[in-house]
């Protein structure tokens, strides 16, 4: 049973603290990356003990392309951890990431369609 410290139960928190630690405290990745944009891992190799969890877990689930949304949900880790750590990962050669498209900053019908539909069947 998971001890509570001021409202939060103790496993939450620490794995709160462990997500600020594993970003560097950052919430935002140092390029832009879309919630929706597609990731694949840049190696068939899998990552040794010198990488951290996330950044294995990653790379294993990217061995079939996921949205950067997609890696956060099934990896239960916030979408601004996941977009930074993705970011990093490619900073890094670790994996590939193909942003959407966009004409003139707007986003795309299609896509925003598409997004609705899949939001719809959770």
Do not use: F, K
Not at 3 to 32: C, F, I, K, N
Not at 63 to 92: C, F, K, N, T, W
């Amino acid at each position: 049973m998971a001890s509570w410290h001021d409202g939060e139960p103790e496993q939450e928190r620490s794995s709160l603290v462990r997500m600020y630690a594993v970003t560097g405290g950052r919430t935002a990745p140092r390029t832009g990356l879309a919630m929706e944009a597609l990731v694949s891992s840049a190696t068939s190799a899998q990552l040794g003990m010198t990488y951290t969890r996330e950044y294995r877990a990653i790379s294993e689930l990217c061995r079939q392309v996921r949205s950067v949304a997609e890696v956060s949900a099934l990896l239960a880790i916030p979408l601004g951890v996941a977009r930074v750590l993705v970011a990093d990962m490619e900073a890094e050669g670790l994996v590939r990431v193909y942003q959407p498209q966009l004409e003139a900053g707007l986003p795309d019908r299609r896509l925003l369609e598409r997004v609705l539909s899949g939001l719809r069947r959770l």
